[in-house]
């Protein structure tokens, strides 16, 4: 009975959202008292109010209450944070391992960003419908610079990967045929140098998931 009147304030319905310090210690009082249901409905609840919060507010309680299910989705929002959006707080709400690694990824994506900005994929085979290979290559070249580049290396809001693919087939394309565009187009969503940020991204967050979290026995 006492466990139940003690929980019962987090299922009883209230208007606006639990502050993080409210979440957290209900997740300390789960794990003090080994209440594995009420544990996993307050999960439930960070995970479905999560955008009210700062990723590294959500990084913190994943990593101090062994929460592996709120860690990805935290660090990925990181990971898209520039760092100078970052204060004092925050980074000692990290941790030392979690901020380096932040920072390792960061530049790292920024070098492979440039890159994929500064090296078109080329039109190897032109499709049957092309009736000038060379001023397609020419303005396809053109193009990427003109558009995907820009998107990617904006200097006031670079795009994600995917926004940017998203912008870039809405411009006009000039000589290059249509064939040859939805080619081009079918091999940047197949392509390595575009799936490479995700799989770097999610190889670092498991890491440091593995690394920092112990997870808890009640979930």
Same mark, same amino acid.
């Given at each position: 009975?006492?466990?139940?009147?003690?929980?019962?304030?987090?299922?009883?319905?209230?208007?606006?959202?639990?502050?993080?310090?409210?979440?957290?210690?209900?997740?300390?009082?789960? &794990?003090?008292?080994?209440?594995?249901?009420?544990?996993?409905?307050?999960?439930?609840?960070?995970?479905?109010?999560?955008?009210?919060?700062?990723?590294?507010?959500?990084?913190?309680?994943?990593?101090?209450?062994?929460?592996?299910?709120?860690?990805?989705?935290?660090?990925?929002?990181?990971? *898209?944070?520039?760092?100078?959006?970052?204060?004092?707080?925050?980074?000692?709400?990290?941790?030392? &391992?979690?901020?380096?690694?932040?920072?390792?990824?960061?530049?790292?994506?920024?070098?492979?960003?440039?890159? /994929?900005?500064?090296?078109?994929?080329?039109?190897?085979?032109?499709?049957?419908?092309?009736?000038?290979? /060379?001023?397609?290559?020419?303005?396809?070249?053109?193009?990427?610079?003109?558009?995907?580049?820009?998107?990617?290396? &904006?200097?006031?809001?670079?795009?994600?990967?995917?926004?940017?693919?998203?912008?870039?087939?809405?411009?006009?394309?000039?000589?290059?045929?249509?064939?040859?565009?939805?080619?081009?187009?079918?091999?940047?969503?197949?392509?390595?140098?575009?799936?490479?940020? *995700?799989?770097?991204?999610?190889?670092?967050?498991?890491?440091?998931?593995?690394?920092?979290?112990?997870?808890?026995?009640?979930?």
């Amino acid at each position: 009975m006492l466990l139940k009147g003690l929980a019962k304030p987090f299922y009883r319905a209230r208007t606006g959202q639990y502050t993080i310090e409210e979440l957290a210690n209900f997740l300390h009082f789960c &794990d003090m008292y080994q209440c594995s249901h009420t544990r996993k409905f307050v999960v439930s609840r960070i995970q479905s109010t999560r955008y009210h919060f700062h990723p590294a507010q959500l990084v913190n309680l994943a990593i101090q209450y062994n929460t592996s299910a709120l860690f990805p989705f935290a660090f990925k929002r990181l990971v *898209d944070t520039p760092i100078t959006q970052l204060t004092a707080q925050h980074r000692e709400l990290l941790g030392n &391992d979690v901020f380096t690694t932040l920072v390792y990824v960061q530049a790292a994506l920024e070098e492979h960003r440039r890159i /994929v900005a500064a090296e078109e994929p080329k039109i190897l085979m032109h499709t049957s419908d092309c009736q000038d290979p /060379v001023g397609c290559n020419e303005d396809w070249h053109a193009i990427w610079w003109n558009g995907m580049a820009r998107f990617l290396l &904006d200097g006031r809001n670079p795009q994600p990967y995917r926004e940017a693919v998203k912008r870039f087939k809405d411009m006009q394309f000039g000589r290059v045929s249509g064939g040859c565009k939805e080619l081009m187009f079918k091999i940047i969503g197949e392509g390595a140098a575009f799936n490479h940020a *995700d799989r770097f991204v999610d190889k670092a967050c498991s890491r440091l998931a593995e690394k920092l979290i112990f997870e808890s026995s009640l979930v």
